[in-house]
């Protein structure tokens, strides 16, 4: 039972270095999400999808890009890496409900730790 | 004003004592509402979820949820040392796409 894979774990960049995080789930789930957290924080979302195509913001996008090809994939892309990058990165992914009632329940990755020097 | 807020604590609860923790929302539209524990170093996981106002219990976990208040809580009974974990309160955005966590609320359960 994979759930929601991601890679690497850890990863050091340079300022101004680029690097895609994957995110992989197995579970057929339509919505996936990348938030980032920072240090005794909360969750922020960075991206998410609601099915293969189609991708929006969410509340902290800049510096990064997504791209959704398939189901089961949903990388995230970091262009001109900054120290302010620096951050725990979750991808997750949810089955999505009916109208009214959306009481679905989010499946974490391991999470991704990303320091920029 | 954030659109989730949390007390970020610590709070700090006697092991057998009853930890209250508390949420606000902003967007009235939102339709469901989600308390995640995450251990120190670990990814969130999912305890309660509720959608209608009232109180839903599981085992030691009682949510409760008051929309005209826009108000959520989570009620941990019996407290014990290895519920000491930092609580995330998340709601799920009007239109049913975006869950917008709070900055979360660190407990420790004394033993």
Redesign the interface.
């Known amino acids: 039972n994979a759930g929601v894979t991601q890679t690497p774990k850890f990863r050091i960049l340079k300022i101004g270095q680029s690097m895609t995080l994957q995110c992989t789930q197995d579970m057929n789930h339509n919505?996936m999400?990348w938030?980032r957290q920072d240090p005794?924080?909360?969750?922020?979302?960075i991206y998410?999808s609601?099915g293969a195509g189609i991708t929006?913001k969410?509340?902290v996008p800049n510096g990064y890009n997504v791209s959704r090809s398939t189901t089961e994939d949903f990388p995230l892309r970091l262009e001109l890496a900054a120290p302010s990058q620096t951050s725990v990165y979750?991808c997750a992914s949810?089955q999505?409900?009916q109208?009214?009632?959306?009481?679905?329940?989010?499946f974490?990755?391991?999470?991704t730790r990303l320091t920029v020097v | 004003q954030k659109e989730?807020e949390?007390n970020?604590g610590p709070l700090s609860v006697p092991e057998g004592a009853i930890a209250s923790l508390n949420c606000t929302y902003s967007d009235r539209g939102s339709?469901?509402f989600?308390w995640y524990r995450q251990y120190s170093g670990k990814?969130?996981?999912?305890i309660m979820?509720i959608?209608s106002n009232g109180d839903k219990e599981d085992g030691r976990f009682t949510a409760q949820l008051n929309k005209a208040s826009q108000y959520v809580s989570l009620l941990i009974r019996d407290s014990q040392p290895s519920d000491s974990a930092t609580y995330?309160c998340?709601v799920?955005h009007t239109g049913?796409?975006?869950?917008?966590?709070?900055?979360?609320t660190r407990l420790f359960v004394k033993a």
């Open positions: 919505y999400y938030y005794g924080m909360g969750l922020k979302l998410y609601v929006d969410g509340e979750f949810s999505g409900g109208l009214g009632r959306w009481d679905t329940e989010a974490f990755g391991q999470g | 989730v949390q970020s339709q469901s989600f990814s969130p996981e999912l979820f959608y995330l998340a799920l049913g796409f975006k869950t917008i966590f709070g900055a979360g």
